[in-house]
């Protein structure tokens, strides 16, 4: 179905390009997309509505697609893109959106939005619910190292054998070279993130320090516990912090009582 959104998003650029446009996935060719959008409305039916957003929707995801890296995702029927930094936008709910009148902001404000928050700029976007955190690709991460932990001989599901499996992995790989620091912590703390739900409960939830497990009000930032293990050393062990978490609910279920 993936390559069936390419190809549309291709009819669309082939269109453009026989209106005298060349179209290109980037700001100019979203810019322009933009442009089309607000020329063609209002669409007179349905079957118009359809078409344009699903010719101009997939251009716009292909465009996010060139310049941030991902890959088009089906959640309960609808097609979105997941960036390669795990936010996930829909592209054809925007450009509905603008073609019915219902969007505070253009595709193209989206696309720009899209590409200032990965640079750290501040920015809302007004169409609520067009983006959103995604923490698929971080459970991902942990399902392809936990498989590689299984086929070198450790535990298959998450917890507490896993995260000794972990310990002795990162005291074997101690020192990690810098330019390999976030590879190993974002495996590392995915698998200690997802043996704490498994155990545990909760859910990824994303937040101003980054990714977090949360359950109720407890809070525990496995990307940081990797990170300080890897320089630290034995001490900080993930295995300790895993084996915390139940120390830490319990305490805070005995305050509630309280």
């Known amino acids: 179905m993936s390559q069936k959104l390419r190809e549309a998003a291709e009819l669309f650029a082939n269109l453009s390009r026989d209106a005298g446009r060349e179209l290109t996935y980037d700001d100019a ?20 509505l359809r078409v344009q957003t699903a010719l101009v929707g997939a251009f716009l995801g292909e465009a996010l697609l060139a310049q941030h890296g991902g890959a088009w995702s089906e959640d309960e029927g609808e097609w979105s893109v997941v960036l390669e930094d795990g936010r996930r936008i829909h592209p054809f709910r925007a450009t509905m959106a603008q073609l019915t009148g219902d969007a505070a902001e253009s595709i193209h404000a989206l696309f720009r939005f899209v590409a200032n928050s990965a640079e750290g700029a501040d920015g809302d976007v007004a169409d609520a619910g067009i983006t959103e955190p995604d923490a698929t690709p971080i459970r991902e991460a942990a399902r392809r190292f936990a498989d590689a932990i299984h086929g070198n001989g450790g535990p298959e599901e998450y917890g507490d054998e896993m995260m000794q499996f972990v310990h002795g992995f990162v005291e074997g790989t101690r020192p990690v070279e810098p330019g390999l620091m976030d590879q190993y912590a974002t495996l590392i703390g995915a698998v200690l993130g997802e043996s704490i739900i498994a155990t545990h409960g909760g859910e990824w939830t994303p937040g101003d320090e980054g990714w977090s497990v949360r359950h109720d009000t407890h809070r525990v930032l496995p990307f940081d516990a990797a990170r300080r293990h890897l320089e630290e050393g034995p001490e900080a062990s993930v295995l300790i912090r895993f084996r915390q978490v139940a120390e830490e609910r319990k305490n805070e279920a005995g305050q509630d009582e309280g």
Request: charged share 30%; proline share 5%.
């Open 29 to 48: 060719g979203v810019a322009w997309a933009d442009q089309y959008v607000e020329a063609v409305r209002p669409v007179e039916t349905e079957d118009q």
